[in-house]
């Protein structure tokens, strides 16, 4: 067992991180194109917080999403033609969507929706959006779904604490998120739900804190961050049929908010490298 262990950090300690930007601001929250080809982050770079694309070989950065507000938190609708963001441009948060193909803007109307939603992701489908939004004006975040078209929201979770960072997972019938739920809110967890049933099972039980979870595109690994020395994050992978977990990164500096790859070969995440986050990119053999 001991070998075991020595060995899976030996091969750990062997993948190579590749850093895509190197700008004086923070990148972040990086997400993958459906075809693999390029990301989509934000960056402070330019004083305020806009959405960018670049290659997956670091080339041909393109300042995607200009405005004078906060846009934040991308992510890609499955097609590929549209990009999904929040923004308080119209002077609270609300969701965002941006076509690739007209270079025009839309927002979502949730109607009824009395809150701020935020940390946006589409369905498999592309027709519904899952997010996050604070409840009452509490410290109680949960997980909502909206139909895109209609503006119908419905909310998935019901904490006292928070639940957020939400993402389908497969075909859509589950989600992943992390949670507070069982720690007295001291510390987050890595959670799966099935929504038709609302079963929920807890991946994760580290001392501190697991979040920022994104699930494999085959639905059998889980990348997540993981606080280690100091809060200081670090990335783990959980594979689920095994049940075991393999450290994926060793740095003296943080590593959070992964994303992998369509062909679920690599892992985008944001770095603290020399100052700043940097978008990287970490090869998964």
């Given at each position: 067992?001991?070998?075991?262990?020595?060995?899976?950090?030996?091969?750990?300690?062997?993948?190579?991180?590749?850093i895509l930007t190197n700008a004086n601001g923070d990148d972040r929250?990086?997400?993958?194109?459906?075809?693999?080809?390029?990301?989509?982050?934000?960056?402070?770079?330019?004083?305020?917080?806009?959405?960018?694309?670049?290659?997956?070989?670091?080339?041909?950065?393109e300042l995607l999403v200009d405005h004078p507000a906060d846009d934040?938190?991308?992510?890609?609708?499955?097609?590929?033609?549209?990009?999904?963001?929040?923004?308080?441009?119209?002077?609270?948060?609300?969701?965002?969507?941006?076509?690739?193909?007209?270079k025009s803007t839309s927002k979502i109307d949730l109607h009824n929706?009395?809150?701020?939603?935020?940390?946006?992701?589409?369905?498999?489908?592309?027709?519904?959006?899952?997010?996050?939004?604070?409840?009452?004006?509490?410290?109680?975040?949960?997980?909502?779904?909206?139909?895109?078209?209609?503006?119908?929201?419905?909310?998935?979770?019901?904490?006292?604490?928070?639940?957020?960072?939400?993402?389908?997972?497969?075909?859509?019938?589950?989600?992943?998120?992390?949670?507070?739920?069982?720690?007295?809110?001291?510390?987050?967890?890595?959670?799966?739900?099935?929504?038709?049933?609302?079963?929920?099972?807890?991946?994760?039980?580290?001392?501190?804190?697991?979040?920022?979870?994104?699930?494999?595109?085959?639905?059998?690994?889980?990348?997540?961050?993981?606080?280690?020395?100091?809060?200081?994050?670090?990335?783990?992978?959980?594979?689920?049929?095994?049940?075991?977990?393999?450290?994926?990164?060793?740095?003296?500096?943080?590593?959070?908010?992964?994303?992998?790859?369509?062909?679920?070969?690599?892992?985008?995440?944001?770095?603290?490298?020399?100052?700043?986050?940097?978008?990287?990119?970490?090869?998964?053999?």
């Amino acid at each position: 067992m001991i070998f075991s262990f020595l060995a899976a950090i030996a091969v750990s300690q062997e993948l190579q991180e590749k850093i895509l930007t190197n700008a004086n601001g923070d990148d972040r929250h990086p997400f993958w194109s459906p075809d693999g080809q390029k990301l989509i982050f934000e960056s402070n770079r330019d004083g305020n917080w806009n959405i960018y694309l670049i290659n997956t070989d670091g080339s041909s950065l393109e300042l995607l999403v200009d405005h004078p507000a906060d846009d934040r938190n991308p992510s890609w609708h499955p097609n590929g033609d549209i990009i999904l963001f929040e923004s308080n441009r119209d002077g609270s948060n609300e969701l965002y969507l941006f076509s690739l193909k007209n270079k025009s803007t839309s927002k979502i109307d949730l109607h009824n929706f009395q809150y701020e939603p935020g940390m946006a992701r589409f369905s498999p489908d592309g027709d519904e959006v899952i997010f996050t939004s604070v409840v009452d004006g509490k410290a109680n975040f949960n997980l909502f779904i909206a139909e895109i078209r209609s503006g119908k929201v419905e909310q998935v979770t019901n904490d006292k604490t928070r639940s957020v960072y939400g993402s389908f997972v497969g075909a859509g019938d589950d989600i992943v998120f992390h949670s507070r739920r069982d720690t007295n809110n001291e510390s987050d967890d890595i959670y799966l739900m099935n929504l038709a049933s609302g079963k929920t099972n807890r991946l994760t039980t580290w001392k501190k804190h697991d979040f920022c979870p994104a699930v494999s595109p085959d639905g059998n690994k889980v990348v997540f961050a993981r606080s280690m020395e100091e809060s200081r994050p670090e990335l783990f992978m959980l594979d689920r049929g095994r049940g075991s977990e393999r450290r994926l990164t060793f740095n003296e500096d943080g590593d959070t908010q992964p994303s992998w790859s369509p062909d679920g070969t690599s892992i985008a995440f944001n770095g603290w490298r020399n100052g700043y986050y940097r978008i990287c990119v970490l090869k998964i053999e």
